[in-house]
């Protein structure tokens, strides 16, 4: 909400729309049979007052009326009114239906091109941003196709219509009534050039305006416990007093160029038509059914001008909304690629080998980080924060490309693995397990509707986790809500083992998986880790180098570079930054100086 | 329509524009009668051949002036009518948001962000399209209605009229039938919207873990079944909004019907000119809006009462805190005594704390331990004056908490919170938030004292970078720091860490701890913590189980006593001590 609205120039807004209409194409069928209804709806809109203008000019003025003809003429009325209700309830519905195909094949699309990019594209966009592309932005473009750009086509087809027909009833007025297109559709600019820069300021202004009062909501606490709501509120009054102006600019330029303006120029066309006809009847007889016509016609022809014209702010928000979509599905930040090699994962050797690492392309994170991970041991990492721990197993999971050095398992490269062969030997238990909507069983399942139920209760079992699903009412079948805020840490960190270990991984990544844990549920924790990792090659970080003290090699990384290497009686006896850290952790400070 | 009533205080707020808004719709109303009539008129006088071209200037002349001043009359009362309607807005936006900043912790706990949101977005909205388009609606609705059909009754037949007014009725009914279908069907439509959007926010919170597994391809089709399902009720809403427009063309074309059959048969009788029906038909083409707009201010009204309800509501919710009578207007320094007996949330019928005793010497420090929910941030809060329904006393300074201003306690008090809620402006507006004229340097110094100078130098833009979506560029030992050197900034008598290093590494906290025990020799700090290395240097310990004081004591003193704390202790380090940790000594 509080993001930045994109400057567009007309040119660029142009190129937004084309590309929109792109998406038509697909259910040109559909929007075929639309049209055709649509062109049978303003074909009964222009002959019904024809009818009448006939009656009133045949029958009525001569004051004669055969029961034959008149019956005709009432019954024809009367069946294009009946049959043309029923064609424009289904034109209108077949416009919507294709708007709401055409809207969802676009979510799909932003969806899966989501699912494609790489981490690099999360860790740089907040990801409320990400779901308004998915679902807000395309809902304007919905609301775009639906009421503006399916009222502007009815629009343009009525006019059409109702030329044709005017065309047909008097030649000489229709030419004269063409003069208000020019100034229709000048008022359109005006109007558009305006309060699209108007409008734009509003939205923004509205923006900012509900950003302050969500973060001000979220962060109240703060506000008070540090004595800034006078401020606050000042802030806030600023901002609301600018939307405040905004919204009046924009009451004063409707008011200027929407209906009062449409209204202005529909007397004026009123004042034409009876100039002509007055001016004419003075020297030749005038029919004045064809007065009743013209005057119906004109009266039809402004009403969805009216609508189109109010709803173009609609338009200029679709507009700005399908390009940040477009923008999106644009981008090039995509998860790494695999090679399709058929390679297999059989031991789960990982080795490093001169791996250096930038997220930025300027600064490096990893320099040269080189190590192996025999088959089965456990690697440790550890290090300050910002040390490069998390980098290394970013790059391991393919979370983000490398390019300086290499990283093999078994001896090939990871980029030539499919991505399914790596996901399916690399498990990583994250260090803030992340539950889905839904109930325990699906957690631990995920998307694998063959696992047996015997494979999951299995993998719980082995975590520990089964001891507390069992205590829960509905054990497996208990929901998980709002990404399962209901289960304690330790207890969302045993589900995400079970997660990890019910797809039996070759491979263990451990992601800080301990930090942040109470003591208790550590216990629990720690054996099941143990488990976890045998006969599982694992590289895990930890803050707590007590978890890691068995691990066969462990790295100790500052700024990047692997300092020191060894296992852990090799590091203590060292007396380098490892014995350092350990000292502190275990709070025996006064040793450190010496 | 009661939420006319309940909203009179602002229209006699305005009623000077609201009184001139209402005038000029009316004048526009009656004006609006002019152009059939005058069409009706020239028709006559050209099927009779009796034209002049002096009748036809007047007549035109009179629907040329009549135009400009409807013009002019819509622009003026729009900017009366829908000006004051963004007024009301504005103005009730301002209270709300000066209400929200007095409502205390619980008001919070009790509501979620986004309902909140609703209230200050969409229901605000819907009041002020009460006060706007809810106003115009019902005088311009029932003025043109009025008018026009005066105008047919009167100057061209009332029999005719009442003929023709007969299919109407059956208009307004159906289009409100519609409506209420509709909103039926929009809310399972809304429903499944915002089942899509859940969908959407979770896969992208979750996407390392849906990398992790390799199940992009099956959360897109997850994905498609649900935009499936939006599809489908909208299309259940389209069904229904597709029948408006048909209806009443359907109406208006019996009505033509009517008009022109019955109409005809007057002209023939000699009761009508054909000039009258023309004029006839084009009054009836009038009455449309009126009709339509009659079913969408129900609509209005409706929504405006339930939003306009809400808000009251909101802005009836007691300051549950406030400052006594005669409460000290100075800031509280000195010793603190927490006595409580017990206290507990509301709504929870359990004791979040029973009997919790200690005191608290000016210039030392407290560490307060135990598992999560044993009271350790309920302690924390009292302190802060979040809650009052306690018995028991908390003295500071000598006097009770509650005795001091609010403000002024607040002052005092330094607090870091466990959730670190940093601010989207600049790194150095946030550690300058309680103090936002403090100098560069202040700002510095508190920096380097919670040991993140170094990392901020490193942003991209040093101390101007703006801090992100709720920090999001920011780790979350970065964003305690920052939490820490905002607290810092204040100078404060007391400084409470709630478990506020948690995501710091062993060295860096002890670095902080450092420096805050280097620089903080006079004032009070109370510090929780999980890690036991963050309070085993605090003057006094107390140990925290079930809402209660377990054990309480120095380190040394904890340890002796072997109870709770020297269990977790060992927990702790269990390995390191007890097995290795004598090799390396």
Not at chain 2, 377 to 384: D, E, G, T, V
């Amino acid at each position: 909400m509080n993001e930045k609205q994109k400057e567009l120039t007309g040119r660029d807004q142009w190129v937004v729309f084309k590309r929109l209409l792109v998406y038509l194409i697909p259910h040109k069928k559909m929007l075929s049979v639309a049209m055709l209804l649509l062109v049978l709806t303003v074909l009964g809109d222009v002959l019904g007052p024809l009818i009448i203008k006939t009656f009133i000019d045949g029958y009525l003025t001569p004051g004669n009326f055969p029961t034959g003809p008149v019956t005709g003429l009432a019954l024809g009325y009367l069946f294009i009114q009946v049959s043309n209700v029923i064609i424009s309830y289904f034109q209108l519905l077949k416009f919507q239906e294709a708007a709401l195909k055409i809207i969802q094949q676009m979510r799909i699309d932003v969806f899966t091109k989501v699912q494609g990019l790489g981490m690099r594209y999360f860790d740089r966009t907040p990801a409320g941003g990400i779901v308004s592309r998915v679902t807000n932005d395309t809902e304007a473009i919905k609301e775009m196709f639906v009421t503006v750009l399916i009222g502007f086509i009815q629009s343009i087809f009525l006019i059409i219509g109702v030329y044709i027909a005017m065309f047909f009833l008097n030649v000489r007025l229709a030419l004269i009534t063409l003069i208000l297109l020019p100034i229709l559709f000048w008022i359109m600019y005006i109007y558009r050039k305006y309060s699209s820069i108007f409008y734009q300021d509003l939205r923004e202004r509205l923006g900012q305006l509900n950003a302050k009062i969500s973060e001000s909501v979220q962060g109240m606490g703060m506000i008070q416990a540090f004595s800034q709501e006078g401020r606050m509120q000042d802030e806030f009054n600023e901002i609301n007093e600018k939307h405040w102006k905004a919204g009046k600019r924009n009451i004063k330029i409707d008011g200027l160029l929407l209906r009062p303006a449409i209204d202005l120029v529909y007397t004026l066309a009123l004042i034409m038509l009876l100039s002509y006809f007055g001016i004419t009847s003075f020297n030749s007889t005038i029919e004045v059914g064809v007065i009743y016509a013209f005057v119906t016609y004109i009266d039809r022809f402004f009403e969805p001008i009216n609508q189109v014209m109010q709803r173009l702010s609609i338009f200029q928000q679709a507009i700005v909304a399908a390009s940040r979509v477009f923008d999106l599905l644009d981008e090039k930040d995509e998860a790494p690629a695999q090679k399709e090699a058929a390679a297999e994962i059989t031991e789960g050797r990982i080795e490093f080998r001169n791996v250096s690492f930038s997220y930025d392309g300027q600064a490096e994170v990893l320099k040269n980080i080189s190590f192996t991970a025999e088959p089965g041991n456990t690697v440790a990492l550890v290090g300050h924060t910002g040390s490069g721990k998390s980098s290394i197993i970013n790059l391991l999971m393919r979370f983000y490309e490398y390019e300086k050095g290499d990283i093999l398992i078994d001896g090939v490269k990871v980029k030539n693995y499919r991505s399914s062969e790596l996901r399916r030997k690399m498990g990583l238990v994250l260090q803030d397990p992340f539950l889905f909507y839904g109930t325990i069983e699906s957690n631990i399942r995920l998307y694998n509707p063959d696992m047996p139920f015997s494979g999951i209760r299995a993998a719980a079992e082995f975590v520990q986790a089964d001891k507390f699903i069992a205590q829960l009412p509905d054990g497996y079948d208990h929901k998980v809500t709002e990404r399962g805020s209901t289960f304690s840490s330790g207890q969302r960190q045993l589900l995400a083992f079970a997660r990890t270990m019910a797809a039996d991984p070759k491979i263990l990544v451990l992601d800080e998986a301990t930090a942040n844990i109470d003591t208790e549920t550590e216990v629990a924790i720690q054996t099941s880790l143990e488990r976890m990792r045998k006969g599982r090659t694992t590289i895990a970080i930890a803050h707590r180098l007590s978890t890691i003290q068995d691990a066969e090699l462990i790295l100790v990384l500052h700024q990047g570079e692997i300092v020191e290497r060894g296992t852990h009686q090799q590091l203590l006896a060292a007396r380098g930054l490892y014995h350092k850290m350990y000292l502190l952790q275990n709070g025996i400070v006064e040793n450190v100086s010496h | 329509m009661r939420v006319f009533l309940e909203l009179g205080w602002f229209f006699k707020e305005r009623k000077k524009q609201y009184a001139i808004g209402i005038f000029l719709l009316m004048i526009v109303a009656l004006l609006g009668v002019l152009p059939p009539r005058i069409i009706g008129f020239v028709v006559d006088e050209i099927s009779r051949g009796t034209l002049t071209p002096a009748y036809l200037m007047t007549w035109l002349g009179v629907l040329a002036a009549s135009a400009l001043i409807m013009y002019v009359l819509r622009y003026a009362w729009r900017l009366m009518i829908f000006g004051s309607s963004i007024v009301l807005a504005r103005n009730l936006r301002r209270q709300l948001f000066n209400h929200f900043t007095q409502m205390s912790p619980s008001f919070y706990q009790k509501r979620r962000v986004g309902d909140l949101m609703a209230h200050a977005t969409n229901d605000l909205q819907a009041v002020q399209m009460t006060a706007g388009a809810g106003v115009l609606t019902l005088f311009d609705s029932l003025a043109t209605g009025g008018f026009v059909i005066a105008a047919m009754a009167i100057t061209i037949d009332w029999k005719l009229t009442l003929i023709v007014l007969i299919p109407l009725p059956l208009m307004a009914y159906l289009t409100n039938y519609y409506g209420r279908l509709m909103h039926l069907r929009f809310h399972d439509a809304q429903a499944a919207f915002s089942g899509l959007n859940d969908k959407t926010q979770e896969s992208i919170s979750g996407m390392k873990v849906i990398k992790t597994f390799g199940q992009e391809k099956e959360d897109v089709e997850d994905f498609r079944a649900l935009s499936k399902r939006v599809v489908d009720e909208n299309i259940r809403v389209a069904r229904v909004d597709s029948l408006f427009d048909p209806t009443i063309s359907a109406i208006i074309g019996i009505c033509y019907f009517l008009a022109i059959g019955f109409g005809s048969y007057f002209v023939v009788n000699g009761d009508m000119t054909i000039g009258d029906l023309v004029a006839f038909t084009a009054y009836l083409g009038l009455l449309v809006w009126p009709m339509l707009a009659f079913g969408w201010l129900f609509n209005i009204v409706e929504r405006g009462r339930a939003s306009y309800d809400r808000i009251r509501n909101l802005l009836a919710e007691p300051v549950d805190i406030d400052d006594r009578k005669g409460a000290l207007d100075i800031h509280p320094e000195g010793d603190i005594v927490f006595s409580l007996e017990e206290f507990k949330f509301t709504d929870d019928d359990r004791a979040a704390l029973r009997d919790v005793r200690f005191k608290l010497k000016r210039g030392e420090t407290l560490g307060i331990v135990g598992k999560t929910g044993s009271g350790k941030s309920a302690i924390l809060r009292l302190l802060l004056r979040e809650f009052e329904n306690y018995s028991g006393e908390i003295l500071f300074g000598g006097r009770s908490i509650s005795d001091y201003k609010k403000k002024k306690l607040r002052e005092a008090i330094g607090y870091v919170p466990q959730d670190h809620f940093l601010f989207s402006t600049t790194v150095a507006g946030n550690i300058a938030f309680a103090r936002p004229e403090a100098t560069e340097e202040e700002i510095h110094q508190a920096a380097q004292l919670a040991h993140i100078h170094q990392d901020i130098l490193n942003f991209t833009e040093g101390y101007n970078t703006v801090v992100g979506e709720r920090g999001v560029s920011l780790s979350g030992g970065q964003k305690q720091r920052i939490s820490i050197a905002r607290a810092l900034m204040m100078r404060p008598e007391l400084l409470i860490l709630d478990d506020s290093l948690s995501a710091v590494d062993a060295k860096t906290e002890e670095a902080i701890l450092e420096s805050l025990k280097r620089t903080r020799t006079g004032e009070t700090t109370i510090i929780t913590s999980h890690r036991l290395s963050a309070i085993q240097h605090a003057h006094q310990i107390v140990v925290m189980d079930a809402g209660t004081v377990a054990e309480i004591g120095s380190h040394d003193e904890l340890m002796k006593k072997k109870g709770i704390y020297y269990e977790m202790y060992e927990l702790q380090q269990l390995e390191e001590l007890v097995e290795q940790g004598g090799e390396t000594q």
